[in-house]
């Protein structure tokens, strides 16, 4: 049976097809995420604590590349076989790069209720691929749009990546679960690591009623982009898995690197993307990521991709 959160999932995706009056108030929602996130790095940071080391500077950088690497695949891909303009193209690829802070709870959970090994610094690997994707993506419109068109400043670029919720929250709880640890630090962190699952359960149900609403109406038009979203994880993925194998991560962790690899970012790509690319179709990027990439990887891709993995070779 799939783990017990992917069932909320299922019940807002269901939910929200029937067009059910379930949902949850936006500020509801807000409150989830943001704990969400800081429990992510919080975990991260716990489990670094007394096994930071420079050797962890091989792994941060490859994945880092992966992150930088993928929008430059996805963008003539998206030009000529998907046939979207440069700024759908662009937000798109920088969408894909880019990771998704749920799917890696998925995954964290699914590795953690299978006692798979996993090292700490997989919530390192989460933040250090949230920007490259995004920064690349940018530069390449900028690189590739009409000279004349306005364009904002790397500056603003930069503040705005590495000013996002998402990334100061996970920074900011892997920072303080380095410094505290899991005993100095539990009378606060086991509130939030003991009710870690129970978000996740709450943020994936809002993910499903999200989901459906992408799908009203059925936008047959974009059809290439739905197989594109379909396709496009397990692919990235098979990308993720090398690096795992080449680097010799354990089973866990190369479960999580490929799930990342081959999530989508929904929430810190939209808001960077909407202020430096406002011609670009946002609604197109929601479709892709929440409507079918990330449904794809909680249900079958998380448990696809540690078939691949067992079946390419046997991890520590």
């Known amino acids: ?15 929200g097809l029937l067009r059910s009056d379930l949902s949850l108030p936006q500020a509801a929602y807000d409150t989830i995420s943001l704990l969400l996130m800081l429990t992510i790095g919080l975990k991260g940071g716990m489990a670094l604590y007394d096994n930071l080391n420079w050797q962890l500077l091989p792994q ?9 690497l993928i929008p430059l695949l996805l963008l003539p891909i998206l030009r000529r076989a998907v046939r979207l303009n440069l700024e759908d193209s662009a937000s798109i690829a920088a969408h894909y790069g880019s990771v998704s802070a749920g799917t890696f709870a998925v995954a964290l959970s699914y590795v953690e209720a299978r006692n798979l090994p996993f090292a700490p610094e997989v919530t390192l690997y989460l933040v250090a691929m949230e920007l490259p994707a995004i920064i690349v993506g940018l530069l390449l419109y900028r690189r590739l749009q009409p000279a004349s068109t306005p364009q904002p400043t790397m500056g603003k670029l930069w503040h705005e990546a590495f000013t996002s919720r998402g990334v100061v929250l996970l920074l900011g709880g892997v920072i303080i679960g380095m410094m505290y640890g899991p005993q100095q630090g539990a009378a606060v962190t086991d509130l939030y690591t003991g009710a ?13 009623l999200s989901a459906a609403e992408t799908f009203r109406p059925l936008p047959w038009a974009h059809w290439r982009l739905l197989v594109f979203a379909l396709v496009a994880p397990p692919v990235l993925a ?23 690899t081959a999530s989508a970012s929904y929430i810190a790509a939209p808001v960077a993307i909407k202020g430096a690319i406002p011609s670009a179709d946002i609604g197109l990027a929601m479709l892709a990521s ?27």
Not at 297 to 313: C, D, F, K, P, Q
Request: charged share 5%; hydrophobic share 70%.
């Open 238 to 260: 098979l990308l993720g898995i090398a690096v795992a194998l080449t680097l010799e991560m354990p089973v866990g962790s190369a479960i999580i690197v490929a799930s990342l």
């Open 196 to 208: 870690f699952k129970a978000v996740l359960a709450l943020f994936l149900l809002e993910m499903g």
């Open 1 to 15: 049976m799939p783990d017990i959160v992917v069932m909320f999932f299922l019940l807002g995706l269901i939910a």
């Open 290 to 316: 929440l409507g079918l990439t990330f449904p794809f990887n909680v249900i079958v891709g998380i448990s696809l991709y540690h078939a691949i993995i067992g079946a390419t070779t046997v991890l520590p």
């Open 60 to 68: 941060l950088f490859a994945v880092i590349m992966i992150g930088a």
